[in-house]
């Protein structure tokens, strides 16, 4: 086939409606740095399955030179949004936000509906962005982990009578806390000495006892409340006892990082608009625990552009930070207990400590947690073996990419198992269920834990 001349060449198929700009899909040199980084690259071993692939297909599209098909829908929907291509790319393409941006354009025009994408669409747009429903959800999952649903249902996956899909879903889902515990008002009545909690028309203020060194907000997300709230009330507790101000808006609302992986980039926005303007009074940082979250609010001021919001979205985006990083940078006291192996309090606490995706590769934050991790008596830190590859959880892509997923998470167990810790440590909620989902199935005696819980059991003792 001839090549089209300029004056003959085909218009592209991106339409003008928030497309990923020409200039950043032509800044990759292909050079292929990024195929070894890559986890589907790696498993696959095929260039559309390359973040230099998928970059190729895209400009095919921006130039014209093809239009989406199933194929090409595929390679783009494979890929786990991890980023470490951005980590190793010398020519510094914003991958992440061209590959959503395409999904977007793709979901908006082409995307054909299934009953699983249906469910999976309508759970983004009207579940996740309103508390009380997930709230609720959380609510009936409980039911199900009491007997006898619990071995009803346990019976139905080891059968394969369920659906994978639900099946892993039940398998990854956390012990949820009762309804009445869950709500952070709860942190109350276990506040350190000395601290107050303050309900204000705007949201809650938690005052540390003393001097106060600074004023943070707390982003606590859609499901963290509902079925991680110990995690939440932990990260609140830890913030006052390096003396500072917690403020947490009312209008607060999810961060919009599963939408825009998914291309509804009308609902991510809608979201990261409604945060600008919860967050905007003035907190020195806004404070995430979960990785997930934390790379969104810092993406606000991309994803907001050009609105009349821009101004704001940016000064979020400056001040969004993982709680490591702001613990780290105040600092803490000196923490109350020791730690120690569960099975021999005069051995160290083994510790090893996976870097969440969107931590390492988004944020650029690696060192906070293990300098945190470090200053805990009685840990001994030792390092993972490829720490920063992805584990396969990646939002919901546990779910809808369910092989490809669990050969990532081969690869990290693996890994896991060489260096042998008590605790696997991450930074990321979805990380840890995922992990101790296959880390269960391979019969592996180890404890998967959020980072603020290493912190709180030596910092605010057992039973905080």
């Given at each position: 086939m001839d090549t089209p001349t300029p004056s003959t060449r085909p218009a592209g198929w991106f339409d003008a409606d928030d497309a990923p700009p020409g200039p950043d899909l032509a800044t990759c040199i292909h050079c292929g740095l990024c195929l070894t980084a890559c986890p589907t690259y790696r498993t696959l071993k095929t260039e559309p399955d390359s973040p230099r692939g998928r970059l190729y297909l895209m400009r095919g599209l921006a130039e014209?030179?093809?239009?989406?098909?199933?194929?090409?829908?595929?390679?783009?929907?494979?890929?786990?949004?991890?980023r470490a291509c951005e980590t190793v790319c010398p020519a510094g393409v914003p991958y992440s936000?061209?590959?959503?941006?395409?999904?977007?354009?793709?979901?908006?025009?082409?995307?054909?509906?299934?009953l699983a994408r249906l469910a999976g669409t309508w759970a983004l747009r009207a579940v996740l962005p309103h508390r009380g429903r997930v709230q609720w959800v959380a609510s009936l999952l409980r039911l199900s982990q009491a007997p006898p649903l619990a071995a009803i249902a346990r019976a139905m996956s080891e059968r394969g009578v369920l659906p994978r899909v639900m099946a892993q879903g039940l398998a990854m889902t956390p012990a949820i806390a009762p309804r009445a515990a869950r709500p952070l008002e709860a942190v109350a009545r276990a506040l350190p000495a000395g601290a107050r909690m303050e309900s204000r028309a705007g949201g809650l203020v938690f005052h540390p006892a003393g001097t106060r060194r600074d004023v943070v907000a707390l982003h606590t997300s859609c499901v963290m409340p509902a079925f991680f709230?110990?995690?939440?009330?932990?990260?609140?507790?830890?913030?006052?006892?390096?003396?500072?101000?917690?403020?947490?808006?009312?209008?607060?609302?999810?961060c919009g990082a599963l939408q825009a992986h998914a291309g509804l980039r009308a609902e991510a926005k809608a979201l990261a608009t409604r945060n600008t303007a919860a967050f905007a009074d003035g907190a020195t940082f806004i404070v995430s625990n979960s990785a997930g979250c934390g790379a969104a609010l810092r993406e606000t001021g991309h994803l907001l552009h050009g609105s009349p919001a821009a101004e704001a979205a940016t000064s979020l985006s400056t001040r969004a930070r993982d709680v490591s990083e702001v613990l780290a940078h105040f600092g803490l006291p000196e923490p109350a207990r020791t730690l120690h192996a569960p099975e021999d309090p005069a051995r160290p606490l083994r510790v090893t400590y996976h870097d969440a995706c969107h931590l390492a590769h988004a944020q650029r934050v690696r060192e906070a947690p293990r300098r945190l991790l470090r200053a805990l008596p009685g840990v001994e830190l030792v390092e993972l073996p490829d720490a920063d590859w992805c584990c396969g959880s990646a939002g919901t892509y546990n779910l809808s990419q369910p092989d490809l997923a669990d050969a990532q998470l081969v690869g990290k167990l693996d890994r896991v198992a060489q260096v042998a810790p008590h605790v696997v440590v991450a930074s990321n909620p979805g990380c840890l269920l995922h992990m101790q989902r296959g880390a269960e199935a391979r019969g592996m005696?180890?404890?998967?834990?959020?980072?603020?819980?290493?912190?709180?059991?030596?910092?605010?003792?057992?039973?905080?």
């Amino acid at each position: 086939m001839d090549t089209p001349t300029p004056s003959t060449r085909p218009a592209g198929w991106f339409d003008a409606d928030d497309a990923p700009p020409g200039p950043d899909l032509a800044t990759c040199i292909h050079c292929g740095l990024c195929l070894t980084a890559c986890p589907t690259y790696r498993t696959l071993k095929t260039e559309p399955d390359s973040p230099r692939g998928r970059l190729y297909l895209m400009r095919g599209l921006a130039e014209g030179r093809i239009a989406p098909s199933d194929a090409l829908v595929t390679h783009l929907d494979r890929c786990l949004d991890c980023r470490a291509c951005e980590t190793v790319c010398p020519a510094g393409v914003p991958y992440s936000q061209l590959l959503e941006a395409t999904r977007g354009q793709i979901e908006r025009r082409t995307r054909r509906a299934s009953l699983a994408r249906l469910a999976g669409t309508w759970a983004l747009r009207a579940v996740l962005p309103h508390r009380g429903r997930v709230q609720w959800v959380a609510s009936l999952l409980r039911l199900s982990q009491a007997p006898p649903l619990a071995a009803i249902a346990r019976a139905m996956s080891e059968r394969g009578v369920l659906p994978r899909v639900m099946a892993q879903g039940l398998a990854m889902t956390p012990a949820i806390a009762p309804r009445a515990a869950r709500p952070l008002e709860a942190v109350a009545r276990a506040l350190p000495a000395g601290a107050r909690m303050e309900s204000r028309a705007g949201g809650l203020v938690f005052h540390p006892a003393g001097t106060r060194r600074d004023v943070v907000a707390l982003h606590t997300s859609c499901v963290m409340p509902a079925f991680f709230p110990a995690l939440d009330h932990a990260t609140v507790q830890l913030l006052l006892i390096a003396g500072l101000e917690v403020r947490v808006p009312a209008a607060r609302t999810c961060c919009g990082a599963l939408q825009a992986h998914a291309g509804l980039r009308a609902e991510a926005k809608a979201l990261a608009t409604r945060n600008t303007a919860a967050f905007a009074d003035g907190a020195t940082f806004i404070v995430s625990n979960s990785a997930g979250c934390g790379a969104a609010l810092r993406e606000t001021g991309h994803l907001l552009h050009g609105s009349p919001a821009a101004e704001a979205a940016t000064s979020l985006s400056t001040r969004a930070r993982d709680v490591s990083e702001v613990l780290a940078h105040f600092g803490l006291p000196e923490p109350a207990r020791t730690l120690h192996a569960p099975e021999d309090p005069a051995r160290p606490l083994r510790v090893t400590y996976h870097d969440a995706c969107h931590l390492a590769h988004a944020q650029r934050v690696r060192e906070a947690p293990r300098r945190l991790l470090r200053a805990l008596p009685g840990v001994e830190l030792v390092e993972l073996p490829d720490a920063d590859w992805c584990c396969g959880s990646a939002g919901t892509y546990n779910l809808s990419q369910p092989d490809l997923a669990d050969a990532q998470l081969v690869g990290k167990l693996d890994r896991v198992a060489q260096v042998a810790p008590h605790v696997v440590v991450a930074s990321n909620p979805g990380c840890l269920l995922h992990m101790q989902r296959g880390a269960e199935a391979r019969g592996m005696r180890v404890r998967q834990a959020h980072v603020v819980e290493l912190l709180a059991e030596a910092h605010l003792g057992a039973g905080h």
